[in-house]
């Protein structure tokens, strides 16, 4: 099993940054790979950024590319979203999800509202 907690959102003015955690905890010596993925209102949830567990290769959507930055630190325990120039349609619950032996665990979300 795989626990994630995510922190960090908040309400922030267009033009600003965030910073969301993912903190990760139980099996995490054999997750494969993280993901960040957002769900607005009235929308799908979808893939924001993700991070190699082993390798720290890196993906994102391209709507976040050039302003978001996915990274986790050396102890392989917390992920990181770095949000930058922020967009109202960023405006979105972010989820953190783990991927291990075929199986996705995911976080129980933390909102992000950006005012225009």
């Known amino acids: 099993q795989v626990q994630l907690v995510e922190s960090g959102g908040g309400l922030v003015q267009a033009g600003g940054s965030l910073r969301l955690s993912c903190a990760a905890s139980?099996?995490?010596?054999?997750?494969?790979?993280m993901r960040w993925f957002r769900q607005a209102p009235g929308k799908e949830r979808e893939f924001v950024a993700g991070v190699g567990w082993s390798d720290s290769s890196t993906s994102y959507a391209d709507s976040v590319k050039g302003r978001f930055t996915i990274s986790r630190d050396n102890a392989k325990t917390t992920v990181s979203l770095q949000m930058n120039s922020l967009k109202p349609e960023d405006t979105a619950v972010y989820y953190c999800?783990?991927?291990?032996?075929?199986?996705?665990?995911w976080g129980q979300g933390t909102q992000v509202t950006v005012s225009s």
């Open positions: 139980g099996f995490t010596f054999s997750i494969d790979y």
């Open positions: 999800a783990a991927d291990r032996f075929g199986r996705r665990y």
